[in-house]
Nanobody, 125 residues
């Protein structure tokens, strides 16, 4: 079992930056692939970024490539998402997710068995 708690959300102007963090409980964090997803009102939850257990490989949705950066600190059981050049379309609740193993793809919700409660990011013009 792993519990995930996101933080760092808030209100930011277009073009601004924000850093999200996800604190994970337990001693298995370092063995788990991790991901960030987001959900806007009226839309399905969508993939944002993912990172392998070691942190050696990262994957991004096309919509955030070059603007967002995912990272992890296995010593601190923390997952981060650095977001820059934010747009109104980035407004959403952002969720941290943990997997046991990735069986169906990093971008698929079904690959992740553990989810945080979400943190709201609002980008205003």
């Amino acid at each position: 079992q792993v519990q995930l708690v996101e933080s760092g959300g808030g209100l930011v102007q277009t073009g601004g930056s924000l850093r999200l963090s996800c604190a994970a409980s337990g001693r298995t964090f370092m063995s788990r692939p991790m991901g960030w997803f987001r959900q806007s009102p009226g839309k399905d939850r969508e993939f944002v970024a993912a990172i392998t257990a070691s942190g050696g490989n990262a994957y991004y949705a096309d919509s955030v490539k070059g603007r967002f950066s995912i990272s992890r600190d296995n010593a601190e059981n923390t997952l981060n998402l650095q977001m820059a050049n934010l747009r109104s379309g980035d407004t959403a609740v952002y969720y941290c997710a943990a997997a046991d193993v990735i069986s169906t793809g990093f971008e698929r919700e079904g690959s992740y068995g553990y989810w945080g409660q979400g943190t709201q990011v609002t980008v205003s013009s």
